[in-house]
């Protein structure tokens, strides 16, 4: 019986798929998902091409999703938006520099961490976990900035989106954001 319920658990509930959102909505999503990412890539080809930083990095697309497509999850949030991405560039950095003869041991305590971290800082920002593991299995170019990762991809490049955010985010009369800093 036990584990009839345990897999019974895997069906989903009967609450049904998420409900659809307006063509309104879908254009403002991608239109601030569009320009939060030229931002950041536009800043990342004139500041960084040639060089070895990076502002650009994998997660930001992921939080650009919650921070223009969920404009009112807990997830997509200042708060949770950059300390998720700072905790977890932290958290991989180390992990990378700790534990990087075993890649395996890095990436998996990384993301893990990083999880428990943001949890225990109420800055749970699924995107981090990314960032966290970005820290770990990155290039020599990413392994070489070690700290400096926390401060330009992990930090700029979300104050980056942050920025592009609290401008467009506002605009319509429908959207809010964000619904706290702290």
Request: proline share 6%; charged share 10%.
């Amino acid at each position: 019986m036990r584990l009839n319920g345990y897999f019974n658990k895997m069906r989903g509930s009967a609450h049904g798929s998420p409900p659809r959102v307006s063509l309104s909505e879908v254009l403002w999503s991608w239109t601030g998902a569009f320009l939060g990412i030229a931002a950041v890539a536009w800043l990342n080809q004139r500041f960084f091409a040639g060089s070895d930083l990076t502002l650009a990095i994998g997660s930001l697309g992921a939080s650009a999703v919650l921070v223009f497509g969920a404009v009112r999850s807990p997830l997509a949030q200042p708060r949770n938006l950059i300390g998720g991405h700072v905790l977890s560039a932290l958290v991989g950095v180390t992990c990378w520099q700790w534990l990087g003869g075993e890649p395996w041991l890095a990436q998996s305590v990384a993301v893990a961490t990083a999880i428990a971290l943001m949890h225990l800082t109420r800055t749970l920002h699924p995107p981090g976990g990314a960032t966290a593991l970005i820290a770990v299995i990155g290039s020599d170019q990413v392994h070489a900035m070690g700290y400096l990762f926390v401060l330009l991809p992990a930090t700029l490049g979300p104050l980056v989106l942050l920025a592009v955010a609290l401008l467009f985010n506002n605009l319509p009369a429908a959207r809010r954001y964000p619904e706290f800093w702290l």
